[in-house]
């Protein structure tokens, strides 16, 4: 029960930071079809924060599958995580008035990488609380994906410095990586019951 | 478990997306009753979208009423969805300031065309999980307003050039063809309880 | 599970709308303690939609107690009940910003009568599943409240133009009449139990 | 059952709270790093909020597992508190807009000072319910946290006036007081379990 809470407030908080994010997307005052063409970057950088956001809520869903009882650093991890994706609706509206800007290809970069560090520490809370011989840590492995996009995040701050569409085109990269459902654990827990 | 998560949030989704439209129904700088007669095009194309929402609301419910297992493909069809319907604030927020216009009628139609098919492809997934002789590939049957449904959408995009009144007609129509609640989960739920 | 997910989604929406009008509480240019006296009659409206919603919410969480299958008559009046309350942020900030104005009073209790409408064709749809001798057909019995509020709020409105406080005077006595939690469901399911 | 939707509800306006007050840190005009200076006070404010209102949900989470019947009289209690932890998101704007000025830091003071009382009420209500000997009333024990909290926020109302900071580093000490989770409620369950 005490899980479901935590799954209840995470979808909550996930579900309004990727609505709250459209309210950016304002009616533009024309009424052709160019009139939206301003829209442009704001619309895509929308499209790039929903992956995301979607994203984490896949892989949080299955994270917290593997969970039984919720400790107070779990709690505090999760909402340490919720606290990085809330920055997303700002991260996104700066990206999406000024695009091609440098800094805040970089700022958003930033906070995909506190978001991925704040997912690390829950994923490290859970383990913790299960022991190291845990389905979660079985299923976690080598972990990848986990371990390649921070590191491209990293990356990504310098680089949109350069010019702000590698630090773009890395986080799509990053993006359409995870976008394949992490089987891992699905793979692990059916392991288990056969 | 997993497909209470998948409804919690989807309902969360859809609850911010109805209520984030009423933001739009801005409070009038007069105290006149008159006052109220430049909000009634906001007033009338938010109730168009909220019927729209309803009827989304609706029908996911008894979609997802049968299913059991959700599968990555379910969940980021899902997500898809969602994605499209969360278009439907700046929509409304553009016909609602411009009600007569061409463009935004078109674009309306566009939108409900997207989230028409991304409901298609929902109901796909969760039969491909299914297999084809699933209760749901059989309620469904030939699902003659699925099928209407896009085509008026899709006719209602360039008539809404000729005069914005058809394209508003079409969606209104569309919109009281489903409220009229979708009887054929119910029944073929109620024949195999039988 | 039906009547979960109906629940979950009337709270969702139940919880944005109360939560949204805060938002036209916007904080004062001005940084001494006088800089919050014009914000005082958005307070008091924000006060009493609270209640109101309160109230709502808890009348419903009791109404919804006695449901067992949910039909699409009660969906439908369910967010017909939903689609009037939803007005209730935008009918509060008009009076918040013209508090003593006569229209904006005479459009708040239309919305509260619209309401109290809503909800009792909400009460008639669960009978109608529940057949005449159901026990929320029992519990309501003879209803005065029910019966009283929409009576007072069809007074308010004309009474607004003759002052505006004799409206704002009914609305906050009609609210206090219902801060009396609804005992009568309360008795008669505890009457069965016994 | 009852309490689930309790659960819900709260759980929903909690979201809706915390995430909408990043709505208050808006995207900057300029693109260059020294663009987001300006918002580092509104940045700050929200961290401050959003760590008590964790604080609050994490509590809140805890006090309602020991809660077995909801009565009219928890439900009213857990929405004055709701009422007050509503207004974060205004008071926090206000202090995020103008960091060092006394009058709003003061306010700031005073809604976290009747949360804490609407806390204790509730906890009372909630106590009242299940008798003097409950389970809740033992894990309480001393409550010196408790205690403690409403004493500092009452000092520190006119401390603000002397100096702001003075407020806020008051403010900063509580939440850190409470970010250690409250183990009494834990240990008491364990204990009986045992």
């Given at each position: 029960m005490t899980k479901n809470r935590l799954e209840a407030f995470s979808d909550g908080v996930l579900a309004i930071i990727i609505t709250i994010m459209v309210l950016e997307l304002r009616a533009p005052q024309g009424v052709e079809i160019g009139a939206l063409k301003p829209l442009l970057p704001v619309f895509l950088s929308y499209v790039l924060s929903f992956l995301y956001l979607g994203i984490y809520w896949n892989n949080h869903h299955h994270l917290l599958h593997t969970v039984h009882h919720v400790s107070g650093g779990i709690l505090w991890a999760n909402l340490y995580l919720l606290f990085w994706l809330s920055l997303f609706p700002f991260a996104t509206a700066w990206i999406g008035e000024n695009h091609i800007a440098p800094t805040p290809t970089a700022v958003y970069g930033f906070i995909l990488l506190m978001a991925a560090m704040a997912y690390y520490i829950l994923q490290r809370a859970i383990i913790a609380k299960q022991g190291r011989a845990s389905l979660l840590a079985a299923a976690i492995g080598s972990d990848w994906k986990g371990k390649i996009s921070p590191v491209l995040y990293l990356a990504a701050i310098p680089l949109s410095f350069v010019h702000p569409w590698i630090g773009h085109g890395l986080y799509v990269f990053v993006a359409l990586l995870w976008?394949?459902?992490?089987r891992r654990i699905e793979r692990a827990l059916a392991n288990r019951e056969a």
């Open positions: 976008l394949i459902p992490d």
